[in-house]
């Protein structure tokens, strides 16, 4: 049974940083690209960051991009997200996936992935 579990988010302070992790069992992270989303209270789903199989294609959401990094240690069989200089308006529910198709990072954010974590909640408030 393939599972990914998030943890790490919490409450944080404007500025402030907090790293996500996403954990996988059931499946090599190696063998599939993730991508982060996160959906707030009444918005839709947002695509956030991806990393395809080849570490160095990245992908982020224009309002996260020079704060927030997305990495892999496939001997760790985790995924993170390192979120800096946190904004107001980056809270939300924090979720990790999972999918085969390497190219699925320069395609649209509402593709469909194959596995999905529960998710984390990140809340920025002073």
């Known amino acids: 049974q393939v599972q990914l579990v998030e943890s790490g988010g919490g409450l944080v302070q404007p500025g402030g940083s907090l790293r996500l992790s996403c954990a996988a069992s059931?499946?090599?992270?190696?063998?599939?690209?993730i991508a982060w989303f996160r959906q707030a209270p009444g918005k839709e789903r947002e695509g956030v960051a991806c990393?395809?199989?080849?570490?160095?294609?990245?992908h982020y959401v224009d309002s996260v991009k020079g704060r927030f990094t997305i990495s892999r240690d496939n001997a760790k069989n985790t995924a993170y997200l390192q979120m800096n200089s946190l904004k107001l308006e980056d809270t939300a529910i924090y979720y990790c996936a999972a999918d085969i198709r390497d190219y699925i990072c320069a395609s649209s954010w509402a593709a469909e992935y194959d596995y999905w974590g529960q998710g984390t909640q990140v809340t920025v408030s002073s």
């Open positions: 059931g499946v090599f992270l190696d063998d599939y690209a």
């Open positions: 990393i395809s199989i080849r570490v160095s294609d990245t």
